[in-house]
């Protein structure tokens, strides 16, 4: 945390003196990050971790263990751990550095439950990828992924870039064992969306209850995204319910960097909350499974706790309009062509 308070002002104050930059503060500060990453690289890590923008690779994401393409933390020098770290701090807010440094954590108490039974578990196999160049000309991206962990940033021109698809996951949700016991790193995700729940008027929660019992996952997996917004519509919320219903939503967003979260939070304002539908599925209470769905015109925020009975969270954030920067890549491309 030290490093990040020091390192993000630092980046702040040297783009703010680098007249050439035209982007974006958040882009040009995660491309200072970016280089600084790639420059303490070998010339074989570098080849490891970079790709081109136009790869496959760039929206080949998941958060279930699985083997990776990139540059492992474990492969890293402790200087380029480091950097790395700098790098995916300067895409997320205090809350959610955080939330991500403690998701990867909880490999190492997955390790000591499942005692050499499940999958090879290693808070250190989070894999860093560059795809581009890093505060060129042309477009460019980066992702830090792993089990339950999944990032995924990119940067056009002078707009704010893309956050999104935004997953965290945890398991186990809730650790009930050892030292760590009692310790919940998506507990808000979860109490804010069953607080709404328990605050709906029977034929609210008629309305909102979308199916007795819980998918087994997020339905806006890896190459989905076709849900529609269902269940119980803003505008027949209560002021209070709605209060809850925004709070949810914020907490979401603002686990990205706060100057573009807040962007991205006007741009929900300005397509209208009575256009937002919050739906349910499973039991109401703690430890029973349970789904929620909170989705407008352009963005879904899913979350599902099913897996080990009802202590292992999956959450995400996704943008249709934005995920991979579609829009901007699109809108960069439409210019250029254009000349």
């Known amino acids: 945390m030290k490093l990040r308070r020091f390192l993000l002002p630092l980046a702040f104050a040297l783009t703010l003196g680098c007249s050439s930059l035209r982007a974006h503060d958040a882009s040009a500060e995660m491309a200072m990050a970016a280089n600084n990453f790639l420059a303490d690289l070998t010339p074989e890590q570098k080849a490891q971790a970079t790709f081109d923008v136009k790869s496959e690779e760039r929206e080949n994401w998941h958060y279930i263990p699985r083997a990776r393409k990139g540059l492992p933390f474990k492969d890293m020098t402790p200087s380029q751990k480091l950097l790395a770290q700098a790098l995916l701090a300067s895409g997320l807010s205090n809350r959610g550095y955080e939330k991500a440094v403690s998701i990867m954590s909880l490999d190492e108490v997955l390790k000591a439950l499942e005692q050499g039974k499940g999958p090879v578990r290693d ?56 030292p760590r016991t009692g ?138 309009d934005h995920d991979f ?6 809108a960069h491309y439409e210019a250029a062509h254009s000349k």
């Open 123 to 178: 808070p250190e196999n989070y894999y860093v990828s560059i795809f581009g160049t890093p505060g060129g000309a042309e477009p460019w991206g980066w992702r830090v992924e792993g089990h339950h962990l999944s990032l995924n940033y990119t940067a056009a021109g002078d707009s704010a870039p893309s956050m999104t698809p935004s997953f965290f996951g945890s398991n186990p949700g809730e650790v009930r064992t050892g």
């Open 325 to 330: 920067g579609v829009d901007l890549l699109k």
């Open 183 to 320: 310790t919940r790193v998506l507990a808000s995700e979860e109490d804010l969306g069953r607080s709404l729940v328990k605050s709906l008027d029977p034929e609210q929660l008629k309305e909102a209850l979308i199916m007795a019992t819980a998918p087994k996952d997020i339905l806006n997996v890896p190459g989905r995204n076709d849900t529609t917004a269902m269940g119980l519509p803003q505008s027949k919320m209560k002021p209070d319910q709605q209060a809850i219903l925004a709070k949810l939503i914020k907490e979401y967003l603002f686990r990205c960097r706060p100057d573009v979260a807040a962007e991205d939070w006007a741009k929900i304002e300005k397509a209208g909350f009575d256009k937002i539908c919050f739906a349910w599925a499973g039991g109401l209470d703690r430890g029973q499974p349970h789904y929620y769905r909170v989705q407008g015109g352009h963005f879904v925020l899913e979350y599902d706790n099913t897996q080990n009975d009802a202590n292992h969270v999956h959450s995400v954030w996704r943008d249709f």
